[in-house]
């Protein structure tokens, strides 16, 4: 309290002193259960933006607190016919929520395990997008076809519902008794995909220019450029480990390279998970590479142009 090492006896036992805290205590006293919860957070927030007479504590405590309560058990009542509802439903109880069951523990009834294992994967479908348009980005770089079956595109389309850039959960319509089936068909089509696999599919898609050069010294042993590092060094930006670098970078993804190879999703999949198993660091490797990317485009060309001019020398050499 401000100043409270300033407030007179008298005033403290004066029950008027006091009428505005009681005012506030009880919704403090409502609201303590739930400090933790990112659920209530949400709705609350949701609230508070809605009324813009929510200026001062006493109107916060005593119209807007009830309202945030009054939404958040409307939306806990639907629960007990959770598989009738939608994503769209769900979305201000899932939004950022980490800890579906600390969230649950907060309401009674509700730990049937289907339906805590739904709403984990409603909470998840921000970061399953984000995986899978980086999946098909890297599929794109590196010329991977889809087929009849597109069943990424597919799931895409699923996972963000009537939204183009919008928000996933608000605008979907997809039942919430679809969700677990959807899942288990996403996580077949990926079972070969770890974690250290997903890093480095977000390297790759983060490094289109670097992949471009590297598709323009595919054919080329680039072995000698860890000769030339001193000298062509672009102001010794480029040390040695870079180079090393982008010769094995270079090496486990020129397989990758060949436009003649027939890959589908699965087996493009399938290489890359046994690659990341052969060099579980190449993810940092291509990060690497990427960030020196111009810096190693030009220790190359200039390498390469002394390679030219060196022949062109001995081409016009008299012997």
């Known amino acids: 309290m401000p100043n409270s090492n300033k407030v007179m006896l008298k005033e403290a036992i004066s029950p008027d002193y006091w009428a505005f805290h009681g005012k506030t205590l009880e919704s403090a006293e409502r609201c303590y259960k739930y400090n933790q919860s990112r659920s209530f957070r949400n709705i609350f927030e949701v609230c508070i933006r809605e009324d813009t007479a929510a200026t001062k504590v006493e109107y916060i405590a005593q119209r807007l607190i009830p309202a945030v309560f009054e939404r958040y058990n409307a939306i806990c009542k639907q629960f007990r016919e959770w598989e009738k509802l939608k994503i769209s439903d769900m979305a201000l109880f899932c939004e ?95 079972s070969n995909v770890n974690n250290e696999c997903w890093k480095l599919i977000k390297e790759l898609s983060n490094a289109d220019d670097f992949i471009s050069f590297l598709k323009e010294i595919a054919e080329h042993d680039i072995k000698n450029l860890i000769n030339g590092v001193d000298d062509h060094s672009d102001e010794r930006l480029i040390q040695e480990g870079t180079v090393s670098s982008l010769i094995e970078v270079q090496r486990f993804l020129l397989p990758f390279m060949n436009n003649n190879k027939k890959e589908t999703i699965k087996s493009f999949l399938d ?49």
Request: charged content about 25%; proline content about 2%.
């Open 96 to 190: 950022n929520v980490t800890n579906i069951n600390a969230e649950l523990d907060l309401i009674d009834g509700h730990k049937n395990h289907k339906f805590i294992q739904t709403l984990k994967h409603i909470s998840s479908i921000p970061h399953w997008i984000e995986r899978l348009e980086e999946l098909e980005t890297v599929l794109q770089l590196f010329n991977i076809a889809s087929n009849k079956d597109d069943w990424l595109k597919e799931s895409i389309d699923s996972l963000r519902g009537d939204s183009l850039k919008g928000d996933p959960l608000k605008n979907n319509s997809m039942k919430l008794s679809q969700i677990n089936s959807f899942f288990a068909k996403l996580g077949k089509n990926l």
């Open 271 to 319: 290489s890359l998970s046994d690659v990341i198993n052969e060099n579980p660091t190449l993810g940092e490797k291509i990060a690497l590479c990427n960030s020196c990317n111009m810096a190693l485009r030009n220790m190359y060309q200039s390498i390469e142009n002394r390679g030219e001019a060196t022949k062109e020398k001995i081409k016009n050499a008299d012997f």
